[in-house]
């Protein structure tokens, strides 16, 4: 396992559409395990593979207070309800914030790691991990549902993002 670089704005590959994985191999296994450490070494609650620089769409989280890593590979979100106001942060663009509408509940599909397919039904932090991690595989970012750039905010230098928003 390794440590990626976690790509920043304004890199091409975190506004491009990622591809499918198409097969499940060595390669995609060590990729994974790299995701897992690298968002564990950030203090990120999620990854996705454009984020270190591969346009695949393969995305990893964890909730907060647990230490297992979901995997979800070729990720599609089926359904999505209800709504609520946001604070989220990403990897990729660092000493930042943002407030926005999220989805209470989303509901995706993909295949789990092993190439098993799976549906995961997530509310709150789930559903918001859910949202992020799979719009970054179509190149979007969170500052892109921001209304206006009073919803911008900048972390100061003693200021610390709580968890549940390090995306």
């Known amino acids: 396992m390794a440590i990626r670089r976690i790509c920043e704005l304004p890199e091409p590959v975190l506004r ?19 995701m897992i450490e690298t968002m564990n070494s950030a203090d990120g609650a999620g990854l ?25 590979i070729n990720p599609e979100i089926i359904k999505k309800e209800g709504q609520r106001q946001v604070t989220e942060g990403c990897l990729s663009i660092p000493g930042y914030f943002g407030e926005l509408t999220r ?13 098993k397919a799976c549906r995961i ?6 559903a918001q991990l859910l949202e992020h991690e799979t719009e ?18 900048e972390i100061g230098p003693d200021d610390e993002m709580p968890e549940e928003i390090r995306e």
């Open 103 to 115: 989805a209470e509940t989303v509901t995706a599909k993909g295949l789990d790691r092993h190439g």
């Open 136 to 153: 970054h595989l179509d190149g979007i970012l969170y500052i892109d549902h921001l209304e206006s750039e009073d919803q911008l905010h």
């Open 48 to 72: 996705a593979a454009p984020q270190v620089g591969v346009s695949l769409r393969l995305v990893v989280f964890r909730e907060p207070d647990t230490k297992e890593a979901t995997v979800l």
């Open 16 to 34: 491009k559409k990622a591809k499918k994985v198409p097969s499940i191999d060595g390669s995609i296994q060590t990729l994974i395990d790299d």
């Open 121 to 126: 039904k997530g509310t709150g932090i789930v």
